[in-house]
């Protein structure tokens, strides 16, 4: 009789600091979709610019003994014209305390360095910059439906914030419309 009083005690105290033990972890999670790219609609004109450069480029390479490369030239922007005329797939994100998924591929914030929320382009990204060396920068692209502030506030929580820019190279296939 003795130990039913005991025994309910027990299991009390025991839910009650389980229950605190669980609400101590701060969780979270934010998921949205966003396209892979932003697809441009492309005029006749800006086809009619990138062919002439292909071919010049291509004509070049022959004249200066490099046939394979001139092919290659030809082969890659017939490929590309075909790449820039698909819809842009939609991918989902997915942040939460664990880490940061993007598609299907997972990267935990143990593997991460920093973050920075790029708002100055139209299209706003995630920049994260990786532990690891052949994935050194991961792209996330925000979409519209995602709060930049509030992913801050959570994804500091996680990670340092460290100013990035876009590199070079996305840069300039941004500007020439790719």
Known sequence: MHGAPNRALFHYLNSFLCYNFYMAKETFKIEWDAHVYEHKERSSDWFWAVGI?????AV????????????????????????INRPPEIIHMIIDEKGVTRAN??????????????????????????NK???????VPLGNEVDPEKLQELLLK????EYYSLPFVEKILEYLGF
């Open 133 to 139: 060396i052949f994935v050194p920068l991961i792209i």
């Open 158 to 161: 996680k990670l340092p914030e």
């Open 60 to 83: 070049t390479a022959i004249v200066l003994g490099n046939i394979i490369f001139g092919i290659l030239i030809i082969v890659g922007s017939f490929a590309l014209s075909l790449f």
């Open 105 to 130: 591929i997972r990267y935990p914030f143990d593997t991460l360095h920093s973050f920075w929320i790029d708002e100055i382009h139209p299209h706003k990204k995630i920049l994260l910059r990786s």
């Open 53 to 57: 450069v292909v071919v010049s480029l």
